[in-house]
């Protein structure tokens, strides 16, 4: 069975960073995508950044320069490292793999950035 687990989450202040773990297990075939993604309080799930087994990475715009997303060699791990975070940052974020013709999510694990 397929499992993502989430870790790094906390409490930082804003300008502080922090780094976001996604290890999957469970594994039999090779994953293609993987992502993190965020759901703030009342508002909807959204996209923070991508990265294909190729390497390739998207960034939403609200992101871009202050987060990084990278995988492990084995591919089967990736980080979203944050810098410069937000007080809008806060949200609980999800790692999602996709490994046909599924996709597959984590539980998730809170950031929060206290003013």
């Known amino acids: 069975q397929v499992q993502l687990v989430e870790s790094g989450g906390g409490l930082v202040q804003a300008g502080g960073s922090l780094r976001l773990s996604c290890a999957a297990s469970?594994?039999?075939?090779?994953?293609?995508?993987m992502g993190w993604y965020r759901q703030a309080p009342g508002k909807q799930r959204e996209l923070v950044a991508t990265?294909?087994?190729?390497?390739?990475?998207n960034y939403a715009d609200s992101v871009k320069g202050r987060f990084t997303i990278s995988r492990d060699n084995s591919k089967t791990t990736v980080y979203l490292q944050m810098n410069s975070l937000k007080p809008e940052d806060t949200a609980v974020y999800y790692c999602?793999?996709?490994?046909?013709?599924?996709?597959?999510w984590g539980r998730g694990t809170q950031v929060t950035v206290s003013s």
């Open positions: 999602n793999g996709f490994i046909r013709p599924y996709y597959y």
């Open positions: 469970g594994i039999r075939f090779s994953i293609d995508t």
């Open positions: 990265i294909t087994s190729g390497g390739s990475t």
